[in-house]
């Protein structure tokens, strides 16, 4: 236990063993001691770096979007047209999303719901600074005479809103249906969004 405790990457551990317990008992029912057993630690070691049970599980959606941005970063930074990358973008945020909670039996607003204040200013936050990627890649579509379009920053906001019907908050992964069809649907969505900000030249050069 005491090697386990003294690991640099004892905050990933216990955000991996939260992870799990949400999956297996909900929000309502884990609590600290099953963390700590489920870790392999004493309970005070959890507490040194989250200091309650809410902070913990907000703490792992976090860590969610976090590696998120670092996907759409990666994406936002290669050497392709901003419309083949604002694509990839707008696709990766749902099915990552998707691939983050599909073993869950319920929908994050569900398995969440005692945290829903907490949540949704969590929420508002991560989106803004998914926006704040996608705002590059609409700038430099601009500039290049792609993309028309007035405000970047409210432009990637609408975009954000457009897909995130397609994200597991209100319907669980399960009920979103196969992998396969969440892509399908995201891919149409993404198309018509990408076809309304194409310039009209741009639009008869992509038909």
Known sequence: MRAIATREDIR?????????LLAR????KMTMEDLAQEVGIGKGTIYLHFPSKEEV????VDRIVERLK???SVIAGREQSPATRLREMLLTRVLYRF???QHYTESLSDLLAALRPGLLTRRRRHFEEE??????VL?????????ELRDAASTARTLLTATNALLPYSLSARELGKREDVAAEAARVVALLLHGLLKADAKAERS
């Not at 008992?25 to 309502?28: C, D, I, N, S």
């Open 99 to 101: 691939d983050s909670v």
């Open 25 to 28: 008992y909900g929000y309502k």
């Open 70 to 72: 670092v996907e759409l």
């Open 131 to 136: 926006a704040q990627i996608l705002a590059d």
């Open 57 to 60: 599980v907000l703490s792992h």
């Open 139 to 147: 700038r430099e579509g601009k500039r290049e005479g792609l993309f």
């Open 12 to 20: 990933d551990l216990i955000l991996d063993a939260t992870d799990r």
